[in-house]
């Protein structure tokens, strides 16, 4: 990882649910993404509104159904992300196929880069997250241990052990 501070780049995304579980694929056509396609986010706003009440500057959310083309992330999206000192991940199980290949890919274009993620699949399965390349998984409300983390990142001590979540 690299060191960061509160001027460093930081993009926070949540993807929608694809069909088969492709990054960056069509939409699913179901009860529950048809219901949900028109909501917010359920994390992004929170957690950006956490790192900018605690000082930090070059913060941007994606969420691909509002900030994308046809539910889809666009290129000016991805160079947004590949360019990102932290890439912050909220998933739920449905999203977390292409969350994590996501998460592949941007340790690919970005290896330094460091990937936190959180949500509820997350919290139940940090192995696999881990496995796909992050380097923090939050569990439960992020918003909660948010600002010790990012604290402690800055000061690049590498020991989170004792943050809480």
């Not at 926070?12 to 579980?21: A, D, K, S, V």
């Not at 909501?39 to 941007?60: D, I, K, M, Q, Y």
């Not at 010790?148 to 943050?163: H, K, P, S, Y």
Request: hydrophobic share 35%.
């Amino acid at each position: 990882m690299r060191k960061i501070s509160k001027q460093s780049q930081v993009t926070l995304i949540e993807l929608p649910p694809t069909q088969f579980g492709i990054f960056n694929g069509n939409l699913s056509y179901d009860e529950f993404t048809m219901f949900t396609k028109n909501l917010p986010s359920r994390a992004l706003p929170t957690l950006e509104g956490c790192l900018r009440a605690n000082g930090w500057s070059n913060v941007e959310s994606l969420y691909p159904l509002h900030h994308g083309k046809d539910g889809k992330l666009t290129e000016q999206n991805l160079r947004r992300i590949w360019a990102s000192d932290v890439l912050l991940v909220s998933s739920i199980t449905r999203t977390a196929p292409p969350s994590m290949s996501l998460i592949e890919l941007y340790k690919a274009n970005n290896p330094k880069g460091t990937v936190i993620v959180g949500g509820p699949d997350p919290t139940f399965r940090p192995e696999e997250w881990l496995k796909a390349g992050a380097d923090v998984v939050v569990f439960g409300e992020g918003d909660r241990t948010f600002a010790e983390l990012t604290e402690r990142l800055i000061q690049n001590n590498g020991d989170l052990g004792d943050v809480a979540g």
